[in-house]
């Protein structure tokens, strides 16, 4: 359920790389406890605005906030405490196995004095049971298939136990199984409380786990509510060009999306 608070939010923000403008002006509030969806056809500024969000790319105007306050005022491992960011094409440390590169998300919960503690092992071995990658742990992550390290990837984040996910299409290289058992996991998290922002391509994928969409076009925001209110086949082809109908998923009687061509 959708909460009408936002802690994160963007203000005006106009986010760039070097002289070059992906969005100017842009206004954002994630819904607490919601998983919303960030939707776009390639090189709309979807993956630019989660770099924003997550502090990694510095607005050339306007602030992004976290309760109020500028994240940019965070100290990092505070930040780490309170959102936690999926890339995309990560590279793993040569001959590190999965369960340590797991236990690297548990580094912001680490001070100097501090010791690794039963709630550290439990985090990581919950993590990474929730990702379905437990029978990997000792496997050296560069031997791994793109889909299992995208979820090993996945589960460093489950690992950092942040209220806020932000992941950047976390459904790539997983097999169409893997794909949805990974959406429903984030569903799961988000009943439970967790604020989730994902950036996906699968527009039905979107329609069917996410509660809040955002349609992202030429830097701008074109549409974001719930799926039911947003999407529609004028609004499908405005943003990406494919002439379709929309018609009710006939599982969960959300939007689906049907290509005429």
């Known amino acids: 359920m959708t909460s009408t608070g936002a802690r994160l ?3 005006e923000i106009t986010l760039g790389y070097g002289e070059r403008v992906v969005s100017a002006g842009l206004n954002v509030a994630v819904p607490d406890g919601a998983f919303t969806a960030v939707v776009g056809a390639n090189a709309s500024g979807k993956s630019t605005l989660l770099r924003a969000l997550v502090r990694l790319l510095r607005p050339e105007a306007g602030a992004v906030l976290l309760d109020g306050k500028d994240v940019r005022g965070y100290r990092p491992k505070a930040i780490a405490r309170e959102v936690a960011f999926l890339p995309q094409n990560l590279l793993a440390p040569e001959n590190i196995v999965a369960r340590r590169l797991v236990a690297r998300g548990r580094y912001p919960h680490q001070t100097p004095l501090s010791t690794w503690s039963p709630a550290d092992e439990r985090a990581v ?4 049971a929730a990702a379905g990658v437990t029978d990997l742990a000792d496997r050296p992550v560069t031997e791994l298939s793109g889909g299992q390290r995208q ?6 984040v489950l690992a950092q136990e942040t209220g806020h996910l932000l992941l950047d299409e976390p459904t790539t290289f997983l097999d169409i199984a893997h794909q949805y058992q990974l959406l429903a996991l984030l569903a799961r998290l988000r009943d439970q409380g967790r604020t989730i922002v994902a950036v996906l391509h699968d527009i039905n994928q979107a329609c069917r786990y996410a509660d809040h969409i955002v349609a992202m076009k030429d830097g701008k925001i074109v549409a974001e509510g719930a799926p039911g209110e947003v999407i529609d086949a004028a609004l499908v082809e405005d943003v990406f060009g494919l002439p379709c109908v929309v018609v009710p998923d006939p599982v969960t009687g959300t939007p689906m999306v049907v290509p005429t061509l």
């Open 151 to 156: 979820r090993v990837w996945m589960a460093m």
């Open 125 to 128: 071995t919950d993590a990474m």
């Open 9 to 11: 939010t963007a203000r």
